[in-house]
C-alpha cells in the first residue's frame, strides 16, 4: 500500500523558463499606486507637478485649463497616451489635462525623448518627450466575479465630486469596467491682488473672489479586457462633457468676464496584441470626435459664438521580430486623418492626411543596451476653396544606449540623443486673421546624460533610487505669433530659436523604522536655461523665455502606519517673466506651496474603506501661475471612499 502510494505521488521534473524583465533603456518618472492616490491631486496635470523637468501652465480652479510643457520645448512637443493610443487636438495642439481626473488612474509615466519599448506605434517613436496614463484593469482573485468602488468629495468652492466604477469578469476571458464621475463647483475663492510699479511703489492691494470659474462635467468611460489563444486585446469607450467658464485674466480692475466653454469630448479605441513563436504584432485604431462652443459676452469686446468640431480617424500596425536574445528588430505604420469645422465665415475647413513610418532596432549585450529608431512622417493638408498648402515631409532620428558598469546592476548610466519635430496646429495655419499657411515644423534637437543608482537594501532603509541627467535641447523654426501692425492682429511666424540646457534631479528614499511604520521621502530638483537665441537685434536676445523659472523642485514625505497615512507636500517654482524682456517689469516672483493630508482606512469584511483629510495651500499663501491669473488660497477636500 506504501509503495503504491508513492508511486502515485511520483512526479516528472518540471522545467520553467522565462524571459527576464525588460530593462528601460532611459528610466521613466512613475507615480503609480498607493503613492499617487496620496498625493493632494483632482487631475492628472496637478500630479505631473511632483516630476522633475515639467513645467504646468495653470490658469487657476479647479475647472481652469491646465497644459504641461516638458524640458521647456513647448506644449505642443509632449505626446500624452491614454491606455496605449495617443490623445490629439489637431486645432491648437494643447491637451488640457486637468479634464483627466485620478479617479481610475493607476499610473502615470514621462519618458523624455521615447519610451524603451519596441512594440508601440510609430507616432511613440516621434514625440520629443510622452506622458503616458493607465487606468486600472481589473484584477479578479479565485471565486471573484465582481468589484465595485464609489467615492464622494467635497469641500472648497463648493466641490462636489462623486464618482463610481464597476469590475465585472464577464467571462473566464473577457473582463470589463465602468467608470463615471461628476464635477460640478462654482469656482468661487478669495485672492488677494497685489501690484506694484516699475519703480517698486505700491499701486493697488485688494481682496476679491474670483469670478466665473465654475464647471460642470461628467466623464463616462467603459473598458473591456480579453485574452485571446496567441494574445490579449482591450476597447475603450469614453465620454467627456462639460460647461464652464473662463475666468480670464485680472487686469484693468475687470473682476468678472463673460466667456464660456462647452467641450464634448468623445472617443472610441481599441487595440490587439498577439505572438507566434519570436514575432509580435500590435494593431491599434481609434475614432474621436470633439466639440467646443465657445460664447464672449464681454460688453467692451466684440461678441464671439463660435462652434467648432473636430474628427480623428486613426490606425497603427505595430510589429516586433525577435533575433534572439540581444537583438530584437521592429516596424511601424500609422495612419491619421484629422478634420476641423467651424461656423467662421471664410474659414477653409481644413482636413490633414499624417503618415508615420518607423524602424527601430534594440541591442541588449551583457551590461550594455541600445535601441536606435528613424521615423518617417509625411503631412498632406488640404483646404477649401483656397490654394492648397504643400506637403511637408521629415526624417527623426533617434539613438539611447544605458550601461551598468557593476555586477549587481544598481548603478547605470545612460545617453540619447535625438531629434523630432512638431506640426503646426489648424490654428497657427489657418486661423482667419492670424494663421500662415506657409509655416515651416518646429524641429527640436536633444542630448541627454544620465546616471541612475536603484538599490533595495536592508535594514532601517528599505529602498533608494538617485537620479541625476543633464540634457541641451535645441529648437528652431520656433512658432510665435507676431504683431501685424493692427490692433487684435496678428500673425504667426518662423521666427524662434531656443536654446536649452538643464539639470534634472530626483531623490526617493523608502525607510521602515517600525514593523508597521514606512516612511517614502521624495525630492525632485530642476536648473534650466532657456534662452531666446532667434536675433542679437532683438532686446530679448539671450534672455529667459517667458514662463520658464531657472529653479524648481518638489518635495513628498508620506508617513503609514498601520492604517493611517500622513502625508505632505511641497512645490516650489523660482522666478520668472511674463515676458520675452527680463526686466523688472516683467518680473514675476517665485511662488511656493504647502499641502497636506491625512486618511485613515476601515475594513468591514470583505468592505474597504478609507476617509481623507485634504488641506492644500496650507500657509495661504498668494501666487500666480500664470500672470493675472490668481490661484486659490487655503482650501479643503474630504472624501470618502469605498470598496467591496
Same mark, same amino acid.
Not at 505632505?568 to 520668472?576: H, K, P, Q, T
Not at 523688472?584 to 483629510?613: E, I, K, M
Given at each position: 500500500?506504501?509503495q503504491?502510494?508513492?508511486?502515485?505521488?511520483?512526479?516528472e521534473?518540471?522545467v520553467?523558463?522565462?524571459?527576464?524583465?525588460?530593462?528601460?533603456?532611459?528610466?521613466?518618472?512613475?507615480?503609480?499606486?498607493e503613492?499617487?492616490?496620496r498625493?493632494?491631486?483632482?487631475s492628472?496635470?496637478?500630479?505631473?507637478?511632483?516630476?522633475?523637468?515639467?513645467?504646468v501652465?495653470?490658469?487657476g480652479?479647479?475647472?481652469?485649463?491646465?497644459?504641461?510643457?516638458?524640458?521647456?520645448?513647448g506644449?505642443?512637443?509632449?505626446?500624452v497616451v491614454y491606455?496605449?493610443? %495617443?490623445?490629439g487636438?489637431?486645432?491648437?495642439?494643447?491637451?488640457?489635462?486637468?479634464?483627466?481626473?485620478?479617479?481610475?488612474?493607476?499610473?502615470?509615466?514621462?519618458?523624455?525623448?521615447?519610451?524603451?519599448?519596441?512594440?508601440?506605434p510609430?507616432?511613440?517613436f516621434?514625440? *520629443?518627450g510622452?506622458i503616458y496614463?493607465r487606468?486600472?484593469?481589473?484584477?479578479?482573485?479565485?471565486?471573484?466575479?465582481?468589484?465595485?468602488?464609489?467615492?464622494?468629495?467635497?469641500?472648497?468652492?463648493?466641490?462636489?465630486?462623486?464618482?463610481?466604477?464597476i469590475?465585472l469578469?464577464?467571462?473566464?476571458?473577457?473582463?470589463?469596467?465602468l467608470? %463615471?464621475?461628476w464635477?460640478?463647483?462654482?469656482?468661487k475663492?478669495?485672492?488677494?491682488?497685489?501690484r506694484?510699479?516699475?519703480?517698486?511703489e505700491? *499701486?493697488y492691494?485688494?481682496?476679491a473672489?474670483r469670478?466665473?470659474?465654475?464647471i460642470?462635467?461628467?466623464r463616462?468611460?467603459?473598458?473591456?479586457?480579453?485574452?485571446?489563444?496567441?494574445?490579449?486585446?482591450?476597447?475603450?469607450g469614453?465620454?467627456?462633457n462639460?460647461e464652464?467658464g473662463?475666468?480670464?485674466?485680472?487686469v484693468?480692475?475687470?473682476w468678472?468676464?463673460?466667456?464660456?466653454?462647452?467641450?464634448?469630448n468623445?472617443f472610441?479605441?481599441?487595440?490587439?496584441t498577439m505572438?507566434?513563436?519570436?514575432?509580435?504584432?500590435?494593431?491599434?485604431a481609434?475614432y474621436?470626435?470633439?466639440?467646443t462652443?465657445?460664447?464672449?459676452?464681454?460688453?467692451?469686446?466684440?461678441?464671439?459664438d463660435?462652434?467648432?468640431?473636430q474628427?480623428?480617424?486613426?490606425?497603427?500596425?505595430?510589429?516586433?521580430?525577435?533575433?534572439?536574445?540581444?537583438?530584437?528588430?521592429?516596424?511601424?505604420?500609422?495612419?491619421?486623418?484629422?478634420?476641423?469645422?467651424a461656423?467662421?465665415?471664410?474659414?477653409?475647413k481644413?482636413?490633414r492626411?499624417s503618415?508615420l513610418l518607423?524602424?527601430a532596432v534594440?541591442?541588449?549585450y551583457k551590461?550594455?543596451?541600445g535601441?536606435?529608431s528613424?521615423?518617417?512622417?509625411?503631412?498632406?493638408?488640404?483646404?477649401?476653396?483656397?490654394?492648397?498648402p504643400?506637403?511637408?515631409? %521629415?526624417l527623426?532620428?533617434?539613438?539611447?544606449?544605458s550601461?551598468?558598469?557593476?555586477r549587481?546592476?544598481?548603478?547605470?548610466?545612460?545617453?540619447?540623443?535625438?531629434?523630432s519635430?512638431?506640426?503646426?496646429?489648424?490654428?497657427?495655419?489657418?486661423?482667419?486673421?492670424m494663421?500662415?499657411?506657409?509655416?515651416e515644423?518646429?524641429?527640436?534637437?536633444?542630448?541627454?546624460v544620465?546616471?541612475?543608482?536603484d538599490?533595495?537594501?536592508?535594514?532601517?532603509?528599505?529602498?533608494?533610487?538617485?537620479?541625476?541627467?543633464?540634457?541641451?535641447?535645441?529648437v528652431?523654426?520656433k512658432?510665435?505669433?507676431y504683431?501685424?501692425?493692427?490692433?487684435?492682429?496678428?500673425?504667426m511666424?518662423n521666427?524662434?530659436?531656443v536654446?536649452?540646457r538643464?539639470?534634472?534631479?530626483?531623490?526617493?528614499?523608502?525607510?521602515?523604522?517600525?514593523?508597521?511604520?514606512?516612511?517614502?521621502?521624495?525630492?525632485?530638483?530642476t536648473?534650466?536655461?532657456?534662452i531666446?537665441?532667434?536675433?542679437?537685434?532683438?532686446?530679448?536676445?539671450?534672455?529667459?523665455?517667458?514662463?520658464?523659472?531657472?529653479?524648481?523642485?518638489?518635495?513628498?514625505a508620506?508617513?503609514?502606519w498601520?492604517?493611517w497615512g500622513?502625508?505632505?507636500?511641497?512645490?516650489?517654482?523660482g522666478?520668472?517673466?511674463?515676458q520675452?524682456?527680463?526686466?523688472?517689469?516683467?518680473?514675476?516672483q517665485?511662488?511656493?506651496t504647502?499641502?497636506?493630508?491625512?486618511?485613515?482606512?476601515?475594513?468591514?469584511?470583505?468592505?474597504?474603506?478609507?476617509?481623507?483629510?485634504?488641506?492644500?495651500?496650507?500657509?495661504?499663501?498668494d501666487y500666480?501661475?500664470?500672470?493675472?491669473?490668481?490661484?486659490?488660497?487655503?482650501?479643503?477636500?474630504?472624501s470618502?471612499?469605498?470598496?467591496?
Amino acid at each position: 500500500m506504501g509503495q503504491d502510494l508513492a508511486d502515485t505521488l511520483r512526479l516528472e521534473e518540471v522545467v520553467v523558463t522565462g524571459r527576464a524583465p525588460v530593462r528601460e533603456t532611459i528610466p521613466a518618472q512613475t507615480l503609480s499606486g498607493e503613492e499617487l492616490q496620496r498625493l493632494n491631486s483632482h487631475s492628472v496635470a496637478d500630479a505631473l507637478r511632483y516630476f522633475s523637468g515639467v513645467q504646468v501652465k495653470d490658469y487657476g480652479g479647479v475647472g481652469g485649463i491646465k497644459t504641461v510643457n516638458i524640458r521647456s520645448m513647448g506644449t505642443n512637443h509632449t505626446g500624452v497616451v491614454y491606455d496605449g493610443v %495617443a490623445l490629439g487636438n489637431a486645432q491648437n495642439g494643447q491637451i488640457d489635462l486637468g479634464q483627466f481626473s485620478l479617479d481610475n488612474i493607476e499610473a502615470i509615466s514621462l519618458h523624455n525623448g521615447q519610451k524603451s519599448q519596441m512594440l508601440q506605434p510609430a507616432s511613440d517613436f516621434g514625440s *520629443a518627450g510622452t506622458i503616458y496614463m493607465r487606468t486600472r484593469a481589473p484584477q479578479f482573485a479565485v471565486g471573484e466575479t465582481y468589484h465595485a468602488r464609489g467615492a464622494l468629495r467635497f469641500g472648497s468652492f463648493d466641490l462636489l465630486n462623486p464618482s463610481a466604477l464597476i469590475e465585472l469578469k464577464l467571462t473566464e476571458s473577457v473582463n470589463a469596467s465602468l467608470s %463615471a464621475e461628476w464635477l460640478n463647483s462654482s469656482g468661487k475663492y478669495r485672492f488677494r491682488y497685489r501690484r506694484v510699479n516699475p519703480a517698486g511703489e505700491l *499701486a493697488y492691494d485688494t481682496t476679491a473672489i474670483r469670478q466665473n470659474g465654475d464647471i460642470n462635467a461628467t466623464r463616462l468611460e467603459l473598458n473591456l479586457y480579453g485574452q485571446m489563444r496567441n494574445g490579449t486585446w482591450t476597447a475603450k469607450g469614453y465620454n467627456y462633457n462639460s460647461e464652464r467658464g473662463v475666468p480670464g485674466a485680472i487686469v484693468n480692475n475687470v473682476w468678472r468676464r463673460g466667456e464660456r466653454i462647452w467641450d464634448t469630448n468623445s472617443f472610441a479605441q481599441g487595440s490587439a496584441t498577439m505572438s507566434w513563436g519570436r514575432f509580435t504584432t500590435l494593431a491599434t485604431a481609434k475614432y474621436a470626435f470633439y466639440r467646443t462652443h465657445y460664447v464672449n459676452n464681454d460688453d467692451k469686446q466684440v461678441k464671439v459664438d463660435n462652434l467648432y468640431r473636430q474628427r480623428e480617424l486613426y490606425f497603427s500596425t505595430s510589429n516586433q521580430y525577435v533575433l534572439n536574445r540581444r537583438f530584437s528588430f521592429s516596424a511601424a505604420y500609422d495612419i491619421k486623418w484629422n478634420t476641423l469645422d467651424a461656423d467662421m465665415y471664410g474659414f477653409v475647413k481644413p482636413d490633414r492626411l499624417s503618415h508615420l513610418l518607423s524602424a527601430a532596432v534594440d541591442i541588449d549585450y551583457k551590461r550594455v543596451r541600445g535601441q536606435a529608431s528613424l521615423v518617417a512622417t509625411f503631412i498632406h493638408d488640404r483646404l477649401q476653396g483656397v490654394e492648397q498648402p504643400k506637403d511637408k515631409r %521629415a526624417l527623426t532620428p533617434a539613438a539611447y544606449v544605458s550601461c551598468y558598469p557593476t555586477r549587481s546592476r544598481d548603478f547605470s548610466l545612460r545617453a540619447f540623443f535625438k531629434q523630432s519635430f512638431r506640426m503646426p496646429t489648424f490654428n497657427d495655419l489657418y486661423y482667419a486673421d492670424m494663421g500662415n499657411s506657409k509655416l515651416e515644423p518646429e524641429r527640436v534637437t536633444q542630448y541627454n546624460v544620465g546616471a541612475l543608482y536603484d538599490a533595495k537594501p536592508r535594514g532601517l532603509v528599505s529602498g533608494v533610487r538617485l537620479s541625476v541627467d543633464a540634457y541641451y535641447n535645441y529648437v528652431t523654426n520656433k512658432i510665435v505669433a507676431y504683431p501685424k501692425g493692427q490692433q487684435f492682429r496678428w500673425t504667426m511666424l518662423n521666427l524662434g530659436k531656443v536654446d536649452i540646457r538643464g539639470i534634472d534631479a530626483l531623490a526617493i528614499v523608502v525607510m521602515r523604522p517600525a514593523r508597521e511604520l514606512e516612511l517614502t521621502i521624495r525630492g525632485q530638483y530642476t536648473w534650466q536655461r532657456a534662452i531666446d537665441v532667434t536675433s542679437p537685434a532683438d532686446n530679448y536676445y539671450r534672455h529667459q523665455i517667458p514662463y520658464i523659472p531657472h529653479h524648481s523642485g518638489s518635495a513628498v514625505a508620506n508617513l503609514t502606519w498601520r492604517e493611517w497615512g500622513l502625508n505632505y507636500s511641497w512645490i516650489y517654482v523660482g522666478a520668472r517673466y511674463n515676458q520675452q524682456e527680463n526686466i523688472r517689469y516683467n518680473y514675476t516672483q517665485p511662488w511656493y506651496t504647502s499641502d497636506l493630508s491625512l486618511s485613515r482606512d476601515f475594513y468591514f469584511g470583505s468592505c474597504h474603506a478609507r476617509a481623507l483629510v485634504e488641506v492644500n495651500n496650507l500657509l495661504s499663501q498668494d501666487y500666480d501661475v500664470i500672470l493675472n491669473y490668481p490661484m486659490p488660497k487655503r482650501n479643503f477636500r474630504i472624501s470618502l471612499t469605498i470598496e467591496i
